[in-house]
């Protein structure tokens, strides 16, 4: 079945650093893939997303870009800042599906 | 704010009880989806509703149903309660319910079953 795997956490970095966070997929067909952020005692945001092969998801400073070839949608920010401290989960949708399939999150946290 | 409302924010109940769990969805948005987040689980799909009707089911327990209303607000019911029940039910809601849909999140009813 469809799967995502994630790099476990926490990551601890100080701000300012460069933060990547892996993320690779398993999936029939071309999924479209998706970076939800969770902040502390808050729901599920859509940070990013890309529908098809080589494109490139961006908001808030974070970019992922869409690798067929090696099925990844890693995370990338170059400056963190306090504020980044949350849970970042990839995710992924079946072309012609609906449900999400969720990687099993990545704490950050980043320190002053 | 994204715009999808959920209530309670909180349940606290007993093994063995009954609970319902509300959700509304995005103005113009059809289509409600229902997933779970647990420690062991991680993050899992429920069910989706599309207008009114059943569109695909995931890992959802008999014990546990749901609906879709004519106004498009939905409802989780979880019964029998269990320990393991307990984890942060989060709606979701989509314009049509299509793979490049984004699903926007509501705040999630967090429920412990003591």
């Known amino acids: 079945g469809d799967s995502v795997t994630q790099m476990e956490g926490p990551v601890t970095l100080s701000e300012e650093a460069f933060l990547t966070i892996n993320c690779t997929y398993t999936a029939t067909g071309y999924p479209s893939l998706f970076w939800y952020v969770q902040y502390p005692g808050e729901g599920l945001q859509l940070l990013l997303k890309?529908?098809?092969?080589?494109d490139k998801g961006s908001n808030k400073g974070f970019e992922a870009t869409y690798r067929k070839e090696t099925t990844s949608f890693h995370l990338e920010k170059g400056s963190v800042q306090v504020s980044d401290s949350a849970v970042y989960f990839c995710a992924l949708i079946k072309a012609a599906g609906n449900k999400l399939t969720f990687g099993g999150g990545t704490r950050v946290l980043v320190k002053p | 704010d994204s715009g999808v409302t959920q209530t309670p924010k909180h349940l606290i109940t007993a093994t063995g009880q009954r609970v319902t769990l509300r959700c509304s969805p995005r103005?113009?948005?059809?289509?409600v989806y229902w997933y779970q987040q647990s420690l062991d689980q991680g993050l899992q799909f429920l069910i989706q509703y599309y207008n009114g009707e059943e569109r695909a089911k995931g890992n959802i327990l008999e014990r546990f149903s749901a609906q879709q209303f004519p106004d498009l607000h939905s409802e989780l019911n979880l019964s029998s309660l269990e320990l393991g029940d307990s984890a942060l039910y989060f709606c979701?809601?989509?314009?049509?319910?299509?793979?490049?849909?984004?699903?926007?999140f509501g705040p999630g009813t967090r429920l412990t079953v003591l």
């Open positions: 890309a529908t098809k092969a080589d």
């Open positions: 103005s113009g948005d059809l289509s």
């Open positions: 979701a809601s989509s314009v049509d319910g299509g793979a490049t849909d984004t699903q926007y």
